[in-house]
């Protein structure tokens, strides 16, 4: 998942570089068995989709299409606050200003998925980006 600006060009000058490699695919690996020629290009072909795909989904957050999050875990509730935070169009400084944190500590919980986040921080965030909790447990 792309977090933030400097992850999405890194990310997009990468996917270039796939797109390119993936142009001269052909021609370098003409030398290679037809097998080994079509294995090295689906391979090609996988991580360039990868990579669009982060990119569609960083972008349509940062443009706003996304407005609701719905997880079945709480193991993924991480991610919805990157989500949001990205979808609010908050950079990660502008969400550790809100909270007097070094924009540091930010980049750390998104990177580690906010473990060791005590449960008040998480809450203090989701605050911060004007999420509304809706809990609901079910027995299984």
Not at 42 to 67: D, I, K, N, V
Not at 108 to 122: D, M, N
Request: hydrophobic share 40%; no cysteine.
């Amino acid at each position: 998942m792309i977090t933030n600006e400097r992850q999405y060009l890194i990310t997009k000058a990468e996917a270039e570089r796939f797109e390119l490699a993936l142009n001269q695919a052909d021609e370098q690996n003409k030398k290679l068995h037809p097998k080994l020629r079509k294995a090295a290009r689906e391979g090609l072909e996988s991580q360039l989709q990868e990579l669009r795909e982060s990119l569609y989904e960083y972008e349509a957050l940062r443009a706003g299409a996304e407005t609701s999050f719905e997880y079945d875990s709480l193991i993924n509730l991480p991610e919805g606050l990157i989500k949001a935070r990205i979808a609010r169009g908050m950079t990660q400084k502008q969400l550790a200003e809100s909270l007097n944190l070094q924009e540091q500590q930010i980049q750390r919980y998104e990177a580690t998925l906010y473990k060791g986040a005590a449960l008040e921080r998480i809450e203090a965030v989701a605050k911060v980006l004007g999420l509304r909790e809706m809990v609901r447990f079910e027995l299984g």
